[in-house]
């Protein structure tokens, strides 16, 4: 029975995972997908209720996933001061908070306002993500870390593919397209239509709520280890390091810097792929309505958690840098793909490339964070990879911006393409060192025998 005992190791891992909070940690990962696969829904939405360019609808994601940024580093300090548990609660208060919001914002009828409601949401899912990435990551023995993490990462299509349910029946609309129905009316009608539509934008928010009020109060309930790492404890001196000090401890490693570029470009190119998915469909497909179109997103979604359960099959048996080489290669072919055919097809590669973001997120985050040998820097370090999120506020806006400019919402893919040609020689560089190493390793044990 001795064995079945939980041990916290003095690196703040522990010798088995405990499978009921493993379970419960995972389930958090659906609930900020909803948020932000309902983002998806919101920028086609907004773009003809406020009559916006692409690169303004694309503030959605800016507010949503800036509001990622600017907490971060506060919610590792939180977590820090006090445990995993407190900032996943405090994460989920604000979510619970940020969601009323969109009650006022249905009424007042302004971009600003949605906008804000979605920055206070981010605040939210900032401590959540900041928090559950790096617990997901601890909870259990260290060789299986990245596993673990990609394993609850596996839980985020579920949540997405709900919130585009979600926005489909009750935020979009049978009928023609909100393009189509609102070119045919007079000024006045567009208003006061745009203010019905405005209304159905609160419907799902509703319903999350209930969803997490329920949560919290499963964690409250149920306790959790601590995984901090014990040598916080146990320095000479006393104290741990400040903030200034700890910065310039990870700025000093080349790993992590690299890593926090891939991280910010990999999100940036997934956000951005799915942002202006339903665009594009509508663009290639004008008899079709945003309903229809949202049909993409599901099949993307659904792509994208068959690519994760792919991944966590070949990750268990192969390189976990040569897998991402491959899928980047691969991945920037089919957006290719998707910039030049001009038919239908191209939608469907979009639908394609969610399958190879599979391994994506959870493999550069857990090996970046892994970069981290001394592990009193561990809090601040997984705050940093959150706020790398912040790329998903920038490469939208770029493609946004990109599709006005070039009056083609297709070429505007090549934006992603660029990100993940990035990403593959990250993982290319990382696979050719990790070679060197295990040939210099086998050379020194043929010189010793």
Not at 34 to 59: G, P, Y
Not at 224 to 251: D, H, I
Not at 284 to 289: A, G, S, Y
């Amino acid at each position: 029975m001795k064995s079945k005992n939980l041990i916290q190791l003095p690196d703040g891992y522990l010798n088995r995972t405990p499978i009921v909070q493993f379970i419960l940690l995972s389930l958090l990962f659906p609930l900020w997908a909803v948020a932000a696969s309902l983002n998806d829904i919101l920028i086609t939405q907004f773009k003809h209720v406020f009559e916006l360019s692409d690169f303004a609808s694309a503030f959605v994601q800016s507010a949503f996933y800036g509001g990622y940024f600017f907490v971060a580093i506060p919610a590792s300090m939180v977590i820090k001061k006090t445990n995993y548990k407190i900032g996943i609660i405090v994460g989920l208060l604000f979510y619970i908070a940020g969601c009323t919001l969109f009650y006022p914002a249905s009424e007042m009828a302004t971009y600003t306002m949605f906008l804000f409601a979605l920055f206070s949401i981010a605040i939210g899912l900032g401590f959540l993500e900041t928090a559950a990435n790096t617990y997901s990551s601890m909870i259990g023995p260290r060789q299986y870390a990245t596993l673990r993490l990609n394993i609850s990462q596996t839980f985020y299509p579920i949540g997405s593919i709900s919130g585009i349910l979600l926005g489909k029946y009750l935020v979009f609309q049978e009928g023609a397209s909100l393009e189509a129905r609102m070119a045919t009316m007079s000024p006045k009608e567009a208003h006061a239509f745009g203010l019905e539509m405005l209304q159905h934008t609160l419907e799902p928010y509703k319903y999350i709520i209930f969803v997490l009020i329920a949560i919290v109060v499963l964690f409250v309930l149920t306790k959790f280890p601590s995984c901090k790492p014990v040598v916080q404890k146990e320095k000479v001196s006393g104290k741990s390091p400040n903030l200034l000090q700890t910065l310039k401890y990870l700025a000093g490693i080349k790993d992590f810097r690299k890593g926090i570029a891939a991280e910010f470009l990999y999100v940036g190119m997934q956000v951005t792929v799915w942002s202006f998915t339903i665009r594009l469909a509508l663009d290639l497909n004008p008899d079709i309505n945003e309903r229809v179109a949202s049909n993409f997103m599901v099949f993307s979604f659904s792509a994208f958690f068959i690519g994760k359960f792919i991944a966590n099959f070949l990750i268990t048996r192969f390189n976990s840098s040569k897998i991402l080489v491959i899928y980047s290669i691969i991945g920037a072919a089919t957006l290719a793909y998707v910039s030049f055919v001009p038919n239908m097809t191209a939608v469907y590669g979009a639908v394609a490339v969610s399958m190879l973001f599979g391994p994506c997120w959870a493999t550069i985050y857990a090996e970046t964070l892994n970069s981290v040998k001394d592990k009193q820097y561990t809090a601040l370090a997984g705050a940093i990879l959150v706020m790398s999120i912040v790329g998903a506020a920038v490469v939208p806006a770029i493609q946004g911006f990109a599709s006005d400019l070039f009056g083609s919402m297709q070429l505007s893919f090549l934006i992603p393409m660029v990100c993940f040609i990035y990403v593959g020689f990250h993982f290319f560089g990382k696979m050719k060192k990790n070679t060197t190493i295990v040939h210099g390793d086998e050379a020194v044990l043929k010189k010793a025998q």
